[in-house]
């Protein structure tokens, strides 16, 4: 039976195997899963970690490393803004203004850094947060410009899993153009580099199409446990 650690080795040595030299950031979703899991992965070498719900962050964060990096990789309400500094270095699913208001406020007061990525909905799915489409993504992205404490990084998208790999792909090169087309409008190319796409059952189709951050959970984790 494959350890963890094995699981996450092997994981990475494919992953190494097929980013074609490009840079590729590992999250590790730790999501639904108990502390002790996301300490074995930890000690097994990880570094990055996404977690989809505040309250979940908060129980981990007080006993985990200082240089473990958190992700918030799921909606977020304005509301929890508040409690998000300083818990997550990243968030992956930005794309309301309010909120984005609020979190620079909250990293303002707090004298800390928010790296963001804007989610996109691609698929069209209305069970998925996100924005719909390229104008509505360039004027999301040009309006939290302003905000000093959001370093705009790029963008995020879930793939379509009625999709089979090369329907998934399209979807995720059209990703990596729309970022590229908007780093150019908005001469923010230099800054404006990360691609948020591919989970465990996609990620292959989305390293391809150029994704620069995989969230992967089961892959490493297995199926969910409760915490």
Request: aromatic content about 6%.
């Amino acid at each position: 039976m494959p350890t963890l650690q094995d699981r996450l080795d092997h994981l990475l040595v494919e992953i190494d195997q097929l980013r074609s030299g490009r840079p590729v950031t590992l999250v590790a979703v730790s999501k639904t899963k108990p502390l002790s899991m996301l300490l074995e992965a930890y000690q097994a070498g990880q570094r990055h970690f996404g977690e989809n719900k505040v309250q979940e962050a908060q129980l981990k964060r007080p006993n985990i490393p200082e240089d473990a990096v958190l992700h918030l990789i799921g909606p977020l309400q304005k509301n929890k803004a508040k409690s998000c500094p300083p818990l997550f270095q990243w968030l992956h699913s930005l794309d309301r203004f309010d909120v984005a208001e609020k979190l620079n406020e909250k990293y303002e007061q707090a004298g800390l850094d928010l790296e963001v990525l804007v989610q996109v909905n691609l698929s069209g799915e209305e069970t998925k947060s996100g924005l719909p489409g390229p104008e509505s993504v360039q004027r999301f992205c040009e309006s939290i410009l302003p905000f000093e404490r959001l370093k705009l990084r790029g963008l995020m998208t879930i793939g379509d899993p009625s999709l089979d790999e090369s329907g998934n792909r399209r979807l995720f090169a059209q990703l990596r153009r729309l970022n590229e087309e908007i780093g150019q409008s908005l001469g923010i190319t230099n800054t404006m580099e990360h691609l948020s796409m591919g989970m465990s059952h996609d990620w292959r189709w989305a390293i391809a199409e150029g994704a620069t951050m995989l969230r992967v959970g089961s892959t490493i984790f297995g199926g969910r446990v409760p915490l």
